[in-house]
């Protein structure tokens, strides 16, 4: 089995919580570098993880000899230069999502993993978790009957951070580094289950503002989209919300019933039909990119095949960019 030695561009939050522990987790990888422009930090993941070198240089990372395949985790403004950087090295890579910071980037990465032949995979690791794959599976065995519409609604407070001065903001709201605000974070993955539940989404508009002021990015956004299936679809996301109007949902309405299930809180699933309703949970892994890393290193190895490709991924950027009117 060949062993996939792992290096990390980028080692903040999203690698302490979600993704980093995983590649350790799987058989036949392990993280073998790790890379931050800060050195305290670099240093830092390194000694409390076990893991042997890190850089705070990229190039070098990527031309560590010993590193035979990349992930980055940075903001999605670099996701493109340091993915291209790996690509032409011969290294494959693994990018956390969005797949970059707009469409015309994205279309970039697809065309230098085709000139290399070397392959690029995207972190919409919601697919492969237990959760997903439940709603995915009562959608297509008629739980609902015909879907007519889906619906996404999403609202929450403003968090303690985004009331900071002083240039402290964090990246997710700063369009420069994110692509946007928090939409271009959040709605990545509301978009890409959809187009795995109903197909590419050919068709999309948004009306977009800043209405509390906090920053530059826009904080509430409404989007109507088509998908290829003939499905058309909505949303609604506000990220400057009363506390009390919290919500994390998507409906989908057929015409044998509804099914309502959340994106990122996994709050049980509901299906609404004549027959009363039924709630489903469905419990994920402690570290929930396991899974499509699992099946990312697989691919790797020659044994398996991954979905989550940079060029599925790459219509969501599409639709994110239509719904805040990049072009």
């Known amino acids: 089995m060949k062993e996939i030695s792992w290096g ?3 080692c903040g939050d999203v690698t302490e919580r979600k993704s980093g522990p995983a590649f350790n987790e799987v058989e036949g990888s392990h993280i073998e570098a790790v890379m931050s422009r800060s050195e305290q930090r670099a240093r830092s993941y390194a000694e409390r993880h076990g893991i ?4 705070t240089d990229a190039l070098e990372l990527i031309n560590d000899s010993e590193v035979n395949a990349i992930y980055i985790a940075t903001p999605p403004s670099s996701h493109a230069t340091y993915a291209i950087m790996a690509m032409q090295a011969g290294k494959p890579v693994y990018v956390e999502k969005p ?3 707009t469409y015309d980037d994205c279309v970039r990465i697809n065309r230098i ?3 290399t032949g070397v392959p690029c995979y995207v972190a919409y690791y919601r697919r492969y978790l237990p959760y997903f794959q439940k709603v995915k599976e009562l959608i297509e065995n ?3 009957g015909k879907v007519m519409t889906v619906q996404v609604r999403y609202s929450c407070p403003p968090r303690e951070e985004d009331f900071a001065k002083n240039g402290r903001l964090p990246w997710r709201v700063q369009p420069q580094l994110a692509g946007g605000g928090y939409f271009y974070d959040m709605a990545p993955h509301q978009i890409d289950i959809l187009q795995e539940l109903f197909g590419i989404i050919i068709r ?6 800043n209405r509390r002021g906090l920053y530059e990015a826009e904080d509430t956004v409404s989007a109507v989209f088509s998908f290829e299936s003939g499905i058309h679809g909505s949303g609604s996301w506000c990220f400057v919300g009363h506390e009390s109007a919290q919500e994390d949902c998507i409906e989908v309405i057929g015409d044998k019933g509804v099914l309502c299930f959340s994106v990122f809180n996994f709050e049980p699933i509901q ?3 004549n027959g009363g309703t039924t709630t489903i949970e469905v419990p994920n892994p402690a570290f929930v990119q396991l899974p499509l890393i699992r099946a990312v290193t697989e691919a790797l190895q020659g044994f ?3 979905t989550c490709t940079s060029v599925s991924a790459t219509p969501v950027n599409w639709v994110l960019d239509r719904t805040l009117g990049k072009f």
């Open 99 to 101: 797949l970059a910071s």
């Open 204 to 209: 999309a508009h948004g009306y977009y503002a």
């Open 142 to 144: 008629g739980s609902i």
């Open 304 to 306: 398996g095949i991954c």
């Open 113 to 115: 993993s085709e000139q």
């Open 52 to 55: 042997r070198r890190w850089y």
């Open 271 to 273: 299906l609404h039909t």
């Open 8 to 10: 990390f561009i980028g």
